[in-house]
């Protein structure tokens, strides 16, 4: 470029777009990775299962974190009759944006008489992140999916708050035939730090912890999911919004709410599942 050239605007920032593609199948040795596909920064590690554990698909974001104008898109399936987990390799950073919105779309797809663990650690929303998050998952007929989620507001190692920014993150589940079986979305925009402060809001509490539990044995399920809840370090409590469909909540601080999320996957992978009660390796409380 001429030295001369007047320099109108500022180039673009490089974004990342990440794309990441996971199908199990039943085979006669158990079950096993069918498909894959990885484009960066969005990476699938696979260490070796413990005893008596299905097989892990652990997800690792090699940028180490995502800024605004940044996509994730993540779909995992599982074919009949498969059982696998998948997990987060480390916590997912959101870092403050200068106005574009990062995007996450994820998509679960569970067959018949399959289960999936959907058990990603959690996500840090630093002071002026802007996250837009979509989770659709879809359910054949006597499938199971186990699933959970935890939102940290702010970078509490560091005694940062989120204090503004957007988060909004949706939830749809369907069956095979796509109706619409349970929803929800959670939306802060603006002044976070008033909502996240308020009484009758979120009362001051550092993260917010999400288990979702759906198949045919959920009312089963009940008594184990509301122990764990109502044992748990942050206060939390788990019902039946609809049949087929258990949810739990918890409200505190991070470390608390993360010990909170991990003593319910240990109850309910080994209730629901026949799994030996403990946490997905990469998981540490």
């Known amino acids: 470029m001429p030295r001369d050239t007047p320099l109108t605007a500022a180039p673009p920032h490089q974004r990342a777009a990440g794309s990441l593609e996971i199908s199990f199948r039943r085979a006669p040795r158990g079950t096993v990775l069918a498909h894959l596909f990885q484009a960066a920064p969005l990476r699938a590690l696979f260490p070796?299962?413990?005893?008596?554990?299905?097989?892990?698909?652990a997800l690792a974001n090699t940028a180490g974190g995502l800024a605004g104008g940044d996509s994730l898109r993540i779909a995992v399936s599982a074919g009949t009759d498969a059982l696998a987990t998948v997990c987060g390799a480390a916590a997912e950073k959101i870092y403050r944006s200068l106005g574009p919105e990062t995007r996450i779309d994820v998509s679960l797809a569970v067959e018949e008489d399959?289960?999936?663990?959907?058990?990603?650690?959690?996500?840090?929303?630093?002071?002026?992140a802007r996250?837009?998050?979509r989770t659709e998952a879809v359910l054949a007929e006597r499938a199971r999916l186990l699933a959970v989620e935890t939102m940290v507001f702010g970078r509490t190692a560091h005694g940062e708050r989120l204090r503004t920014g957007l988060l909004h993150d949706a939830w749809r589940l369907r069956g095979a035939d796509g109706t619409l079986i349970w929803a929800d979305a959670l939306r802060l925009d603006g002044d976070i730090a008033t909502r996240l402060d308020a009484p009758f809001g979120f009362a001051g509490a550092g993260a917010l912890g999400t288990l979702l539990?759906?198949?045919?044995?959920?009312?089963?399920?009940?008594a184990p999911l509301r122990t764990a809840a109502e044992a748990a370090p942050a206060p939390g409590g788990a019902t039946l919004p609809r049949p087929g469909?258990?949810?739990?909540?918890?409200?505190?601080?991070?470390?608390?709410?993360?010990?909170?999320?991990?003593?319910?996957?240990?109850?309910?992978?080994?209730?629901?599942?026949?799994?030996?009660?403990?946490?997905?390796?990469?998981?540490?409380?």
């Not at 539990?213 to 009940?222: H, M, R, S, T």
């Not at 258990?246 to 608390?256: E, T």
């Not at 629901?272 to 409380?285: I, K, S, T």
């Open 245 to 285: 469909v258990l949810l739990a909540r918890w409200l505190g601080d991070a470390a608390a709410v993360r010990a909170s999320v991990g003593a319910a996957i240990v109850a309910m992978r080994a209730a629901a599942f026949g799994l030996p009660p403990r946490l997905p390796r990469l998981w540490v409380v």
């Open 114 to 128: 399959a289960a999936l663990e959907w058990v990603p650690q959690e996500t840090i929303l630093f002071d002026g």
């Open 131 to 133: 996250l837009r998050r």
């Open 213 to 222: 539990f759906a198949g045919p044995d959920a009312e089963a399920l009940i």
């Open 48 to 57: 070796a299962s413990d005893p008596g554990e299905p097989p892990v698909a």
